[in-house]
């Protein structure tokens, strides 16, 4: 069994961890709002990335709908990995996939190397939540888990356009309630691996630059 990670408890307590408040947040109107109205967009992005008969992998549970679209995307065709590191979540997860057979949930941390290739890895807003070190190891992790010719799909925050109206909201959340984000945004995600020589990388930026879909796909070779 993976030990949760400290900042687990000591930042991310009430939104993964606490049963009572788990219930309440985990619902995509909830991530919606989270993510100022483009939840949607972001998860159609996402799962436009794969398609049917893909053998995919996901980092980390996500609020809402995207565990359930992107297995029912790859299909009994394919297969759906979700891994996360909180029993709580995992639990939730199992029953949102209840009755899927392509469909697993692994009791995991995402810095522990995953042992086999995927046609592709969904890594959604995970990576602003976690330390630089754990950033480094994640993205190695999920490079390495992408067979030749696959991809690894990375949504998350970035760096948003210099006059954005909700700067300085995103800036008091980075500040007090996700202090590892604000160098997410800094960087870019290809930084964070020795393997991304082996990919060719996209980028495109939604709402005025404030979110990131980056893919890498890697080179057959
Ligand atoms: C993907 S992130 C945030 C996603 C998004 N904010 C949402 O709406 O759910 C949240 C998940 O990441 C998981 N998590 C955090 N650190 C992890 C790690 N090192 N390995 C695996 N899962 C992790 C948490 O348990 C939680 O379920």
Known sequence: MPEL?????????????????????????????????NANKLVKAAVEEFKPGDHMLQTANVYGYLPKTLAERVGPTGSYELRDVTPIQ????????????????????????????????????????????????????????????????????????????????????FRFLEPFAASLCASEIQNYSELSSKFTWTKKTFFGGLYQKVVATRVAE
Request: a neutral charge; charged letters at 20%; proline letters at 6%.
């Open 90 to 173: 995992v639990k939730r997860c199992r029953k949102k996939l209840a009755g899927m057979d392509h469909a697993s949930v692994i009791h995991a941390n995402a810095i522990e190397p995953y042992g086999r290739t995927f046609d592709g890895v969904c890594c959604f807003f995970l990576l602003h939540e976690v330390p630089d070190d754990y950033k480094y190891r994640i993205v190695n992790n999920v490079l390495e888990a992408v067979r030749p010719g696959g991809k690894a799909v990375f949504v998350d925050y970035h760096q948003w356009n210099r006059f954005h109206p909700m700067g300085p909201i995103m800036w008091a959340v």
């Open 5 to 37: 990670p400290s900042y687990m408890e000591e930042i991310y307590d009430w939104a993964y961890v606490n049963p009572r408040l788990v219930a309440l947040l985990d619902r995509q109107i909830v991530v919606q709002t989270i993510l100022w109205g």
